[in-house]
């Protein structure tokens, strides 16, 4: 139980985290790493190595410790992580293991005249009750994708039925199940986990889901990055009539229901879960505002088939902006960063309209900056992201 004083004494810790999160969690991260391995097929070790994974889990703890009193006042954190757990499927028996290495991490890092045993027991008593709440979210979610017509509770086998190269660096894989049965109907924004082994090793991953559900199967579409050992696996050694494992769909980066206009904000990749919901949005008749940010046209993915829905759909305006244009490549709307006055001249009136966005964080930071300076309510300009962030801050 979180006591009072367990409480104050939480609170008296922010000023440490502010100051050391990501050293803490940094060393968490290797206690946790090192020496159990069953929980490392969760976590992705490239974001390890960049920092991205500890810098996220400051964060997170930071923000915890600050709302102890009023975890209303999280948000939508905890929605995004239960939904990020939920789609690489988290366990309750995971829990414990983390929180004794955080609660060893704190005392390493700290020192034993700063974590005391008070302290250590009120960060003990934290964690319980964090812990208590995610799992009880998961556990809820879980039950209802299992009961979902076409649902499933763990891992159920995929076979690959189709490839498609769609840039430069982007590539679309559609899977249909090996039974043969319906599949769980996912929400367009939302993404799915897999479950690959490459080179002996057991890794889980979530990728956006790049179409509209249509019941026989998921498509997503995946960027390679240099040195991804799950997204080279999946471009160079997974072919058509290969199976896999994947977990229902998950995620709450969805489109609210709405008279005003539908704007999607992407960069790069990011453009991969803005298609499934710029079919949603088609079928409301609603008018839409298809931004998308590439390098080049070479790395523009999916640039026809938004032309084609465009020349179909008279309540579609789409706009491209490429940083570096190429020779020999499509005529962009704009060159160079989508910026304040390039949104100014593209977006409807700001009473108008409700944007979401998604790409790498700079683009998104970028994009939140000039969309509040043009006075558009944060409640109405919502983003997700790809990797472990938390925050654009």
């Not at 409480?7 to 810790?13: E, F, L, M, V, Y």
């Not at 366990?91 to 704190?106: K, N, Q, S, T």
């Not at 009880?136 to 891992?155: H, K, L, N, S, V």
Request: with cysteine; net charge negative; charged share 25%.
């Amino acid at each position: 139980m979180l006591s009072t004083e367990h409480k104050a004494i939480i609170r008296a810790t922010v000023p440490l985290l502010e100051a050391g999160g990501e050293a803490l969690t940094t060393h968490f991260y290797g206690i946790l790493l090192d020496e159990n391995p069953e929980v490392r097929p969760y976590f992705n070790q490239a974001n390890q190595l960049t920092g991205e994974q500890p810098r996220a889990l400051a964060n997170g703890v930071l923000m915890y410790a600050k709302h102890i009193d009023h975890l209303e006042a999280l948000g939508d954190l905890v929605n995004v992580i239960v939904n990020k757990h939920v789609s690489l499927r988290i366990r309750r028996e995971h829990y414990p293991i983390v929180g004794g290495c955080l609660l060893r991490a704190i005392r390493e890092v700290l020192g034993a005249e700063v974590a005391t045993d008070a302290v250590i027991d009120a960060w003990a008593a934290a964690y319980g009750q964090l812990a208590d709440i995610l799992a009880g979210a998961e556990a809820t979610i879980y039950d209802a994708q299992a009961d979902a017509p076409g649902g499933w509770r763990d891992g159920r086998a995929f076979r690959l039925v189709e490839k498609t190269s769609e840039s430069e660096e982007i590539t679309s894989f559609r899977f249909e199940p090996v039974d043969g049965g319906a599949v769980y109907t996912h929400t367009p924004g939302q993404y799915i986990g897999l479950r690959v082994i490459v080179d002996g090793q057991d890794m889980r991953r979530n990728y956006s889901l790049s179409a509209a559900a249509d019941g026989k199967g998921y498509r997503i579409s995946v960027k390679r990055h240099p040195g991804g050992a799950v997204s080279n696996f999946l471009h160079d050694r997974l072919h058509v009539g290969d199976t896999l494992e994947l977990f229902p769909p998950a995620g709450h980066f969805t489109l609210e229901e709405s008279e005003r206009d539908v704007v999607l904000i992407s960069g790069g990749v990011g453009i991969t879960p803005t298609l499934a919901m710029l079919e949603q949005a088609l079928a409301t008749q609603r008018p839409i505002h298809f931004i998308h940010a590439a390098r080049h046209g070479g790395v523009h993915a999916f640039r026809d088939a938004i032309d084609a829905l465009a020349a179909d759909h008279p309540n579609l305006k789409r706009y491209y902006c490429y940083e570096a244009p190429r020779d020999g490549d499509p005529e962009p709307h704009a060159t160079g960063f989508i910026d304040r006055d390039l949104l100014a001249a593209w977006l409807p009136a700001v009473d108008a309209m409700d944007a979401y966005f998604l790409g790498p964080k700079p683009f998104m930071k970028s994009v939140r900056n000039a969309l509040r300076d043009l006075g558009v309510p944060e409640h109405r300009a919502k983003y997700e992201f790809f990797g472990p962030a938390s925050s654009l801050d």
